[in-house]
């Protein structure tokens, strides 16, 4: 299919300079593995220190004294089994990250089963390995992904694909959604679903006897960030924030609820060996059955669209559009990988993004004075009325502080994993190459050394002021880091900031009485271990 001139926005088309640059990209972070990963001679300060070569086992002993895995502290795997399967540690990890760090310091390993897991809870020590990562870091425990792939025939996408297939998708998508510029293109489309959250709210409110509560706002943030991601992803509206939500839009919401939901289930299903499968049937069953329904909705959503666009062409008329459009269009990734990363960036959407909004507005709700902070900024910069759009964002540092500080306390994603490429030598210890690490957000987010006062809600911590103590480090990364970083932060972000920002200027946010102190449990994302109910009243403008 010709790619219609007429088509390319502005910001595509410097497509073919820029890949060029993208691969000279790889090429340089081909060379920066093959010399700086085996030398760690930068500080995660920046600065210069002086090089080491990597440091072999056979070094162990000499005058580098590097010590072994052996060495490295850490709990047996009995206590955790027991903490796991008999406690319940599975809805507690990011707590055990904490206690475990405070025990064995902030380098540790941990046994499960066969598997060895390292985990560095230090900020300079998680900076160190992200900036030796290779040109293709390989995420953990991912094999389960790609295998029910392989037996539909289904492509990987981003979160699943690793080495050279990872590599050719995330090139062609970093070009188009990375920077904050790229995805501002969306603020209209975003805005009229904030439209609709906002409409949500006042039905949702008036149902109830003081006309002011939302109950779970979590349900109201998910139907949101599912509409916002999929306004962007498949060009269309899906009716989530409506009164009656439609069948495929529910089946599609039944099958994202079972894959989370389930999450100890579909967790299970990589645990579980294969040869378990015909003992132990169901964790891998659901685990199939859930995907099945989220491919199901990607592939009508695509093929719907790339109808329209196909009948537009025949009519000889201008093809407009998105994202979607692009792929569709231009054809730098085939068919199947255009459903299997629609699929995977739907998934990683929706509830990081709604538990963000669901934490950041109780936050507020338990802040009124910070709430008032920010609702005075949100009046200097926009009034009563005008409505925020990408480019106000940059006058709304306090909004954007917000999400920062929501996302340092409550990251939705408390660890991250790797795989390591090389041999490395982290915090004095030898790490060889494939060891599993687990790289621990929470406890550097939680780390007194690394924010002062941690446990308190201050989003002004993250604006930048002249004389104070700007943070501007490695102990938040809640989208990670890097080239293998989240592919949708300046999405999630958009919405977050629009959302926020909209519903601080219209409501003031309060908290239910019968509400209490809501923790967080890992339930394979950080979220609220209870419903958060939230009062909505109009501000009086
Ligand atoms: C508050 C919202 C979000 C948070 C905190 C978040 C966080 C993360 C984190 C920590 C990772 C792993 C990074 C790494 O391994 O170094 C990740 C990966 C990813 N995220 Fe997000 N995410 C969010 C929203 C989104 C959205 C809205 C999308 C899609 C539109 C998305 C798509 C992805 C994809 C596709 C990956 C895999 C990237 C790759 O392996 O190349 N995320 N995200």
Do not use: L
């Given at each position: 299919m010709a790619f219609p001139r007429?088509?390319?926005p502005t910001y595509w088309k410097n497509l073919k300079g820029n890949r060029l640059i993208n691969q000279l990209f790889f090429i340089s972070r081909t060379l920066h593995k093959s010399t700086a990963s085996k030398a760690f001679g930068i500080s995660a300060a920046g600065k210069e220190t002086i090089p080491e070569r990597l440091?072999?086992?056979?070094?162990?002993?000499?005058?580098?004294?590097v010590k072994t895995l052996k060495e490295m502290p850490g709990p047996s795997t009995l206590s955790n089994l027991i903490e796991f399967f008999w406690k319940d540690g599975f809805d507690r990890i990011h707590e055990i990250q904490l206690d475990h760090g405070k025990k064995y310091g902030k380098i540790f390993k941990s046994r499960f089963g066969p598997q060895l897991v390292v985990s560095i809870a230090d900020r300079d020590l998680v900076a160190e390995v992200l900036r030796a990562e290779g040109a293709a870091p390989q995420r953990a425990n991912m094999e389960y992904w790609k295998e029910y792939r392989d037996m539909r025939g289904r492509s990987t996408g981003l979160i699943s694909a690793e080495g050279e297939d990872w590599l050719q998708m995330r090139s062609v998508l970093r070009q188009l959604i990375m920077r904050p510029r790229d995805v501002a293109m969306f603020s209209d489309d975003v805005n009229q679903v904030v439209d609709d959250l906002v409409k949500r709210v006042c039905i949702l409110r008036s149902q109830e006897a003081d006309g002011a509560t939302v109950l779970n706002v979590n349900d109201l943030f998910f139907k949101y960030a599912m509409e916002g991601v999929a306004a962007i992803l498949f060009e269309c509206r899906l009716g989530c924030l409506e009164n009656e939500v439609p069948e495929d839009t529910q089946n599609y919401i039944n099958a994202l609820h079972l894959m989370f939901s389930s999450f100890k289930t579909t967790m299970y299903a990589g645990a579980i060996p294969k040869w378990l499968r015909s003992i132990i049937p169901k964790p891998w069953e659901e685990f199939c059955f859930s995907w099945d329904g989220l491919f199901k909705f990607s592939v009508v959503h695509i093929d719907k669209r790339f109808a329209e666009i196909k009948a537009q062409l025949e009519r000889g008329e201008k093809v407009e559009g998105g994202l979607l459009t692009h792929l569709l269009v231009t054809r730098e990734m085939n068919m199947e990988e255009i459903y299997a990363n629609a699929t995977e960036m739907l998934l990683a959407g929706v509830d990081t993004t709604s538990f963000t909004l669901s934490w950041a507005t109780y936050l507020l709700a338990r802040h009124p004075h910070i709430q008032q902070q920010i609702f005075t900024e949100v009046m200097q910069a926009l009034g009563p009325t005008r409505i925020a759009t990408a480019d106000d964002i940059p006058q709304l540092p306090l909004i954007r502080g917000l999400v920062k500080e929501t996302l340092r306390l409550f990251p939705v994603l408390p660890g991250n994993g790797r795989i390591t490429q090389d041999d490395l030598v982290v915090g004095g210890y030898f790490i060889p190459k494939g060891t599993q690490l687990a790289l621990c957000h929470y406890s550097t987010s939680m780390d007194g050394e690394n924010f002062v006062d941690a446990s308190d809600f201050r989003p002004d911590r993250w604006v930048r002021k002249d004389n104070a103590d700007r943070v501007d480090n490695f102990g938040s990364i809640p989208f990670g880091?890097?080239?293998?970083?989240?592919?949708g932060r300046r999405i999630a972000e958009l919405e977050m900031h629009l959302a926020l920002a909209r519903l601080i200027q219209r409501f003031h946010i309060g908290i239910m009485?019968?509400?209490?102190?809501v923790k967080a449990k890992t339930h394979g994302l950080l979220c609220p271990a209870a419903p958060i109910h939230l009062q909505f009243t109009d501000r009086e403008n």
């Open positions: 007429h088509f390319m440091i072999t086992p056979a070094d162990v002993g000499e005058k580098t004294r880091y890097g080239i293998r970083s989240c592919i009485p019968i509400t209490d102190d």
